[in-house]
């Protein structure tokens, strides 16, 4: 904004002696400053037409399909031959998945859920027109991670849980874990995690921090491994900060 | 054995008339819907023919509701719900049964059900997580908490029909110092539902709609301030859902005065979460 300020006090005094150099210059920075205020919006639709597939190529009928790079994504549920019509696309390149808890593919826009065998493809959308065949391939099936946290009483306890991936890094040493993902969970609760090691604190007001591993959470001890579909539960026993 | 039909029915004595049904029902009973909804399938009336056990759908006529200003219904049994509060729905069937002298005589029996019509109250916590989105190894990601959010009535139970809600900001158009992110714009009425269960959907909350950009085109710590107003819409009323300051950085997002993540079941209202 403030070099839109300085941009039109500089071309107005170009113009100043221009009457109509003034009004094309005016009406053009009225037309950018509104197109800078819209770069959040949409501009046009499209549709893409595809399949979404497991690690096999077999169909997943019911799967939910979504854009996964964008803050607001339209979405839509694949039919029984896993084919799907997502309408409403906004123009531009962008990255598609899909997923379907109760066959064990979780909900994936978090990095942390990228899994051996998934493709996720990245199309072109252009406006009005229907990009044709594209196939989502869902890759290794989830894991299932039971947690139950107590206190040193056995009272149950609601925490914070953060899910780290130790291979996946991004190169941006400012910004936090890139392959950190975290989430509030009540006491018990199971959640689907990728079948690829990954470390697990637990954090709760008034405690201290929990670590998968204990003392050794930074070696390979401190490592949750899981294959598709295998179940752990872990029991987090917080203790109090005195 | 009683002979029930004195002479003027065709089938002679037996336990039943001819066209005698029992344990008559709406079969959505009760119809449970949220305000601005309507039935999915037309009511029906459902009896049991007390000749031959066998449960049959029987013509139903003059529906009608107890209180219109809660639910109305059309001659097809077509079923809207107009404002909060419970009411009744009804219908009318001819029954063949036994009049006081024993005879079989057609009656018009009315057929009554419950209808509870629910307003979205405020909203839950589903699921409250954050990280960073699956990107190319061209792009760089953006960071990005997303919550799902359960809408729910005055007793925290979940709506039972998904429901119009809308997003409203405040300011209009915050200022937003990450580079191109561009002002927030915030959800426009629509139903909800297309994520989890019935009543549920997603809150995101980043610096930029695209969640992959450029690499290093983010700085850390930019961002913008900005209170969020969920609230019903359309049919679905006008009420205030949600009031929420959020604090949305490139690297945190604080929603409620709150940087973690807010427990599943936590009731968030005008008031804010808690």
Redesign the interface.
């Known amino acids: 904004?403030d070099q839109g300020h300085a941009m039109y006090k500089f071309w107005m005094l170009v113009a100043q002696n221009i009457p109509m150099l003034r009004i094309v210059i005016a009406a053009a920075l009225v037309s950018s400053v509104g197109a800078?205020?819209?770069?959040?919006?949409t501009t046009g639709t499209g549709s893409v037409q595809g399949t979404v597939v497991d690690i096999g190529g077999v169909p997943i009928p019911g799967a939910?399909v979504f854009v996964?790079?964008?803050?607001?994504s339209p979405?839509t549920e694949a039919d029984n031959q896993g084919g799907f019509l997502l309408k409403g696309v906004p123009v531009g390149e962008v990255?598609l998945?899909a997923y379907k808890t109760e066959s064990g593919y979780p909900?994936?826009?978090?990095?942390?859920?990228?899994v051996p065998g998934q493709d996720?493809p990245?199309v072109r959308v252009v406006e009005g027109q229907l990009t044709q065949n594209v196939v989502i391939r869902l890759g290794a099936k989830a894991a299932f991670l039971r947690v139950e946290i107590t206190d040193e009483n056995g009272t149950p306890v609601?925490a914070?849980l953060t899910f780290s991936r130790p291979d996946l890094v991004?190169?941006?040493p400012?910004?936090?874990g890139?392959?950190?993902?975290?989430?509030?969970?009540?006491a018990k609760?199971t959640i689907l995690v990728p079948p690829v090691p990954f470390r697990l604190t637990a954090?709760a007001e008034g405690f201290q921090p929990w670590y998968f591993g204990g003392d050794a959470w930074q070696t390979s001890k401190g490592l949750i491994r899981l294959n598709s579909g295998q179940s752990l539960i872990v029991p987090i026993h917080l203790h109090r900060i005195h | 054995m009683i002979d029930k039909t004195y002479g003027y029915a065709v089938h002679g004595c037996g336990l039943c008339c001819p066209g005698e049904y029992d344990d008559r029902n709406i079969v959505q009973d009760p119809l449970n819907l949220s305000v601005g909804g309507s039935s999915t399938n037309p009511q029906t009336v459902w009896g049991i023919d007390a000749c031959n056990n066998t449960k049959k759908q029987l013509p139903a006529s003059g529906w009608n509701t107890g209180d219109h200003n809660v639910a109305t219904v059309d001659s097809s049994g077509n079923v809207t719900a107009k404002g909060a509060g419970s009411t009744t729905d009804s219908a009318n069937i001819t029954n063949h049964t036994t009049d006081d002298r024993g005879y079989c005589a057609y009656l018009s029996a009315p057929t009554i059900g419950t209808v509870n019509v629910t307003q979205p109250d405020h909203l839950a916590?589903v699921?409250?997580?954050?990280?960073?989105?699956?990107?190319?190894q061209t792009q760089?990601?953006i960071?990005?908490r997303?919550m799902q959010m359960q809408a729910v009535d005055s007793n925290k139970n979940p709506v039972p029909q998904d429901v119009y809600i809308q997003e409203a900001q405040s300011p209009p158009?915050p200022?937003n110092s990450c580079p191109?992110?561009?002002?927030?714009?915030p959800?426009s009425c629509a139903l909800t539902g297309?994520?989890g269960g019935v009543g549920q959907f997603l809150d995101?909350m980043?610096v930029?709609?695209?969640?992959?950009v450029a690499?290093?085109s983010v700085?850390?710590g930019c961002g913008f301030s900005v209170t969020s107003t969920w609230s019903a819409c359309s049919s679905s009323g006008t009420n205030n859902l949600w009031v929420s300051p959020r604090v949305t950085h490139?690297?945190?997002v604080t929603v409620d005065g709150k940087s973690?993540?807010?427990?599943?079941?936590t009731q968030c209202t005008s008031s804010g979460c808690s």
């Open positions: 904004m800078a205020q819209t770069t959040t919006g939910r996964r790079t964008l803050r607001n979405s990255g998945s909900y994936n826009i978090f990095a942390f859920f990228a996720l990245e609601d914070h991004l190169a941006r400012d910004l936090r890139y392959g950190d993902y975290r989430r509030a969970v009540a609760e954090l | 916590v699921i409250d997580n954050e990280g960073y989105p699956q990107c190319s760089e990601p960071y990005l997303q158009n200022t191109s992110g561009g002002s927030p714009v959800s297309n994520v995101s980043t930029n709609k695209n969640l992959c690499k290093g700085p850390a490139s690297d945190s973690s993540q807010w427990i599943k079941g």
